[in-house]
């Protein structure tokens, strides 16, 4: 079974033994430096699912490129020699330090991290400063004795960083929302910051309401001769004795905070107000709009940020103003766009009380924001922005540990929350209805069309949302249909102990875990260097497909889960073949000690089972990963198309917490890639694998979920059952620093090569249009992109083209190009890309049928030449279907189910079957059945050896019964 491990900050130390030779995937006596040939085998004949005829062919291999260790950074050999020192080997691709600085924003980046991974002279670059837009000012440098505390290592100092959430949510004014997952903090491993649910800030009244004691932003002006005393209170309440706070450490920060904040000076400027007259009605009025450029000031004056308001409201009241009642008796929530929602929250980090981001920040030199499409710097720019490292100031947020962690996810929550509010405005605004229904709407005298279409819900180009996962599972099982199964399935994990990542730490006070960024950056720049040692430096052999999708579990570290689909001639269709490129075993360690540390370090599960019941791999007593596993002496493959490694009882053990672990509890693995990339690195091989759709499904499952449904109480049974996507989403998703980080960066979440092309396609008139509640109906049908799908563009394209029409539908983006803007097809000049066909019920009849034909029709130039066969036109494309003979013996249903096979899970081909059955279209239903009842009985047997805990229960058995 694929081990996908629970990763973890403190799982893994970096290797520091003695340099060894270079090391390639297949073994000693079967390579060298030069090119040798080995006997390799091709498939060529599909005996069952999942299995080939094999035939023997000799296949001259290239040899396996040495490591460049001058290619990516200048300062290598330096690091070379500094890892060789601390025993680093020369094998380790070691990615530099951060040289490279934007000559914009003075950002400090790896070169990899520069254009295209060239280091530039004077240029500036993505990451940082979105190649010179961005233009913020420097926050003010904090009071000299408050910074101190982020940098001494005395006992105050020490108190303070390791309690600095603790000590900023005493000062904040604001409470925070969603749900703090405190779970996954148990035991010794370092925290983990990770919130779920829906987030936002709120904020109350100035003052409590009677009984009740103060909190967040009254404990400013409510009895504060002891608001020491209240602040510790209000804070007792998370487990943590009131020893874990120093007074000294709070009065200091309260007098910092009185003499700098001028968010504290407004409230102490209300409490002063108070004192004077206590039975005054006042409000204050926190200002939402400045009047100031953005993109050089940022530090407010008191007056600027707050105002006092004694009886009613004015008119000058903004949309965005915060107006806090003196008593309202309930919470307030603050737009994530006003300018004071950080600060507001995040008073330690922002000792003066400096804005945050607002939506009138405008990109450098632009002045006029009518003439630019993108005029002011979006919130993810302005993160990306604050977030960086530079030389010339010293930054409180990425100093600030647990806090940091938690600024983090509640940027990106800001930055998610205000994508979903747009998208739920929309739901007003926006209609979707095919071009032939506007038509009939015109027809019958409507000008306005605010009644008519459906409202858009949740897109599939919203990441993470339950269309976008379900789009990306289609789009890597069409790789499948062109390609074949993938042959390798790699689990590629962050290290946190990476060499890199000690080098930055090394001058500062921080651990890996307080600096979330700095590890998904060096992940993202050994992902990319091993996504490019398998494609093009072809350590396996030459690679026609990848997929790729990344994961944040629990512990917060990101890895990502790799298929790669291999060239004919690099497949592996004999056992033989796996064991010199994928070892479960441990080393000799005396032959190659370095190696027999890094499978200690890296790839050993557990110990886990009766010597320790509390590994987080234990369910139900037993590990759910199904280790140890048996020992083998040959590799072979099981009746289910999983591998069962070769595991010798040789003798060869590690230790790990007083257990000694054998070969039967080694995690797969490949020795070159584990030398290179010094990190937990599981490599399995899938190729006759039978359930390659539940491994897409798996890796393309989205962001961490908390659970799958939402539940609405009784009074909702009649609702007709209207779903708010928006708030699934919410309820369901948890989120960490790690991934937070990852999202800023706007890092691939998915990843796909070549490209997928999704095509739709429709019946003649019924192409789908989107259009606004307040359109002209005569508007919305003379654009002259309404009438122009894809689709039928295709059919324009193959009218003008002779190469056209010589492909199918689904062969088209091949060859062609889909121009977006000018709505066309051009020729295709460079790249590679497959097609992919959206799916349909056939429920639909004729949309169904017109879909079987365009897989077999090439070139046609209209509707009616997709229906023409043998020059005859016919009326429906069922009756061309038959026509074509597609119908009459039941194969085309036979080949939608094996078709549908290969992205439905067995629960939707039964279902389809059962659709079949109701439409009466199958002309002899037994033969449709004893010719796909293997694919209809998919995953039952699955389901019964989890649902009985019996992992060898066979298929015949559940037949039986």
């Not at 060789?84 to 924003?105: A, W």
């Not at 002011?376 to 977030?387: G, K, N, S, V």
């Not at 290179?676 to 091989?685: C, D, M, S």
Request: with cysteine; glycine share 4%; proline share 4%.
């Amino acid at each position: 079974m694929l081990e996908l491990p629970n990763i973890g900050f403190n799982n893994y130390p970096t290797s520091t033994l003695a340099n060894k030779s270079n090391y390639s995937v297949l073994s000693k006596d079967m390579t060298s430096r030069t090119a040798s040939t080995i006997c390799q085998f091709s498939s060529s004949i599909m005996l069952n699912p999942g299995c080939h005829k094999l035939k023997r062919k000799s296949k001259h291999l290239s040899p396996i490129p040495l490591i460049d260790l001058t290619a990516d950074i200048e300062n290598i050999h330096e690091v070379v020699s500094e890892n060789l020192i601390v025993g680093i080997s020369k094998e380790y691709l070691d990615h530099g330090d951060q040289i490279v600085v934007c000559q914009t924003c003075r950002a400090k980046l790896w070169t990899n991290e520069s254009i295209r991974g060239k280091q530039k002279k004077s240029t500036n670059f993505s990451l940082c400063c979105g190649y010179g837009k961005v233009q913020l000012p420097d926050l003010k440098k904090a009071p000299p004795t408050y910074e101190r505390m982020f940098q001494s290592n005395d006992c105050k100092s020490k108190n303070f960083r390791k309690n600095i959430r603790r000590y900023n949510s005493m000062f904040s004014f604001t409470s925070m929302g969603g749900k703090i997952d405190s779970s996954i903090n148990r035991g010794n491993a370092p925290y983990i910051f990770r919130l779920g649910g829906q987030n936002y800030h709120s904020i109350g009244s100035l003052l409590p309401a009677k009984g009740l004691q103060p909190k967040f932003s009254q404990l400013y002006i409510y009895d504060t001769d002891n608001e020491n005393s209240n602040r510790q209170r209000c804070f007792r309440g998370e487990n943590q004795q009131s020893t874990s706070f120093d007074n000294d450490i709070i009065e200091e920060l309260k007098v910092m905070l009185d003499s700098n904040n001028v968010l504290v000076s407004s409230y102490r400027m209300v409490r002063d107000a108070f004192q004077k007259n206590p039975h005054i009605d006042m409000k204050l009025r926190i200002i939402g709009k400045r009047n100031r450029d953005g993109r050089t000031y940022n530090l407010p004056t008191a007056s600027e940020v707050a105002a006092l308001i004694v009886g009613d409201i004015s008119d000058s009241i903004e949309n965005r103003d915060i107006v806090v009642q003196t008593k309202s008796g309930f919470l307030q929530r603050i737009s994530e766009l006003h300018p004071s929602y950080l600060p507001l929250q995040y008073p330690l980090l922002f000792p003066y009380g400096d804005d945050g981001y607002s939506v009138d920040i405008l990109h450098r030199g632009i002045t006029d924001t009518t003439n630019s499409k993108r005029a002011t710097c979006t919130m993810r720019e302005f993160f990306a922005f604050r977030i960086q490292d530079r030389d010339h100031s010293f930054s409180l947020i990425l100093n600030s540990k647990r806090l940091f962690q938690q600024f983090l996810v509640d940027a990106y929550t800001m930055i998610e929350s205000e994508r979903l509010h747009y998208i739920r405005r929309q739901q007003h605004v926006l209609r979707c209805e095919s071009y032939e229904n506007l038509r009939k709407q015109k027809a019958q005298g409507a000008t306005s069309i605010s009644n008519v279409g459906q409202r858009v819900i949740l897109p599939s180009s919203f990441t993470g949302g339950a269309r976008y996962m379900l789009q990306n599972y289609l789009d890597a099982m069409s790789l499948c249909k062109w390609y074949g199964y993938p042959d390798f399935f790699i689990t590629f994990t962050c290290n946190p102990k990476w060499p890199e990542v000690k080098r930055f730490l090394k001058d500062t006070l921080l651990q890996p875990e307080d600096r979330p960024d700095i590890l998904c950056r060096l992940f993202k720049i050994k992902l990319d260097a091993f996504i490019k040692d398998l494609r093009k430096n072809h350590i396996f052999g030459i690679v026609q497909a990848v997929v790729y999708t990344i994961e944040f579990q629990k512990r917060g570290l990101p890895h990502s889960h790799i298929c790669l689909f291999m060239h004919s001639d690099y497949k592996l269709p004999t056992v033989e073949l796996i064991d010199p490129i994928i070892s479960a075993e441990i080393p000799n360690k005396d032959e190659d000690p370095e190696l027999y540390s890094l499978v200690n370090e890296f790839m050993i599960h557990g110990p886990c089972g009766a010597e320790n019941i509390n590994c987080p791999c234990m369910v139900d007593k037993k590990c759910s990963k199904n280790f140890p596993k048996q020992f083998c002496n040959h590799t072979s493959v099981d009746q289910d198309g999983f591998p069962l490694y070769r595991r010798r009882n040789n003798g060869h053990f590690v230790e790990k917490s007083g257990v000694k672990l054998d070969n039967r509890n080694v995690v797969p693995y490949n020795k070159y890639l584990l030398k290179r990339y010094q990190t937990h690195i599981n490599v399995e091989w899938c190729n006759q694998g039978s359930s390659i759709k539940y491994l897409f499904k798996y890796i393309n499952k989205g962001p961490d979920r908390a659970t799958i449904a939402v539940v609405r109480s009784n009074n909702d049974c009649d609702n007709h059952d209207v779903v708010d996507e928006i708030n699934e989403y919410y309820d369901c998703r948890y989120l960490s620093a790690c991934e937070a980080s990852w999202r800023i960066f706007t890092y691939d979440v998915h990843y796909r090569y070549p490209s997928v092309v999704r095509l739709p396609f429709h019946l003649p008139g019924q192409q789908q249009i989107v259009y606004g509640e307040d359109d002209d109906i005569d508007d919305v049908l003379d654009k002259p992109s309404v009438a122009a799908s894809m689709f039928t563009a295709w059919m324009e394209c193959n009218v003008i083209s002779s190469d056209a029409r010589k492909l199918t539908y689904v062969e088209f983006p091949t060859k062609f190009v889909w121009n977006r803007k000018d709505r066309f097809w051009k020729p295709r000049e460079v790249g590679k890309c497959i097609g992919r066909i959206h799916s349909v019920s056939p429920n639909l009849e004729e949309a169904y049928f017109l879909r079987i034909l365009l897989n077999k029709v090439k070139g046609p130039r209209s509707f009616e030449e997709i229906r023409t066969v043998n020059g005859e036109e016919y009326l429906s494309f069922r009756d061309a279907c038959y026509a074509l003979g597609l119908l009459d013996d039941d194969k085309e249903y036979i080949d939608a189910i094996k078709e549908a096979s290969h992205s439905g899970s067995g629960f939707y081909l039964r279902f389809l079957f059962a659709t079949l059955l109701m439409c009466n279209s199958m002309s002899k239903p037994e033969v449709v059945w004893e010719n796909t009842w293997e694919y209809l009985a998919d995953g039952i047997l699955y389901n019964q050896r989890q649902r009985l805990k019996l992992s060898g229960i066979k298929i015949l058995l559940l037949l039986f019964i």
